[in-house]
């Protein structure tokens, strides 16, 4: 799997989880609806999920689906892209490899459905929205976006005493505070996590 760095993406990630298992020796892009599909790479795709037409900020898109920053890749993709040639920029591009999947009808669209944030940083203007959001989640809700340690914890990669270690580690801070009262609150209301979280 290969995300670019200037994406941001907020919300459950079930999809993600889903597409990671069936994606097999294939390759995976994923669509998100936009009002402005020429700004953005874009694919169109069939009922299936196959992968139809891949096209950079197009003038007359073929569908308003957007292709975010991630992607998955089956065995063979290190492989593949030692046949990429550079483009004008000098790089080698994703759309490229991803162009060698589509010629073969190995490429797959997979959506990313709604009440899922996803922005791409890579403007002044887009980076102040996408820094607006967080703040609005963290200030609203008390939460912290983007915190590893949490994410862990909450998919079962730690137990709960690694991740009390890891707060013991953690110089004293809002961070190391926000990540006290994750362990506080298992204890207080019990009832809004896992039963496999409490007893780890």
């Not at 820094?131 to 137990?159: D, H």
């Amino acid at each position: 799997m290969l995300m670019l760095g200037d994406n941001l993406i907020y919300g459950r990630l079930d999809f993600l989880r889903k597409a990671i298992k069936s994606n097999g020796k294939d390759a995976t892009v994923f669509a998100y609806p936009v009002r402005n599909p020429s700004d953005y790479g874009v694919v169109e795709f069939d009922i299936d999920g196959k992968a139809l037409s891949l096209e950079e900020k197009p003038q007359q898109p073929k569908s308003h689906w957007a292709v975010p920053g991630m992607y998955i890749y089956g065995p063979g993709v290190s492989e593949r892209v030692r046949f990429l040639e550079a483009s004008h920029r000098g790089e080698l591009e994703i759309t490229d490899l991803n162009k060698m999947y589509l010629s073969e009808k190995r490429l797959r669209a997979v959506k990313m459905g709604r009440g899922l944030a996803w922005f791409d940083t890579g403007t002044p203007d887009s980076l102040i929205a996408a820094g607006n959001f967080v703040q609005a989640i963290e200030t609203r809700q008390g939460l912290v976006v983007g915190s590893p340690e949490e994410a862990a914890l909450r998919s079962g990669f730690c137990s709960l005493d690694q991740f009390k270690q890891g707060i013991g580690q953690l110089p004293v801070s809002p961070y190391r505070d926000y990540l006290q009262g994750i362990v506080d609150d298992l204890h207080r209301f019990p009832s809004e996590y896992p039963s496999a979280l409490l007893e780890q």
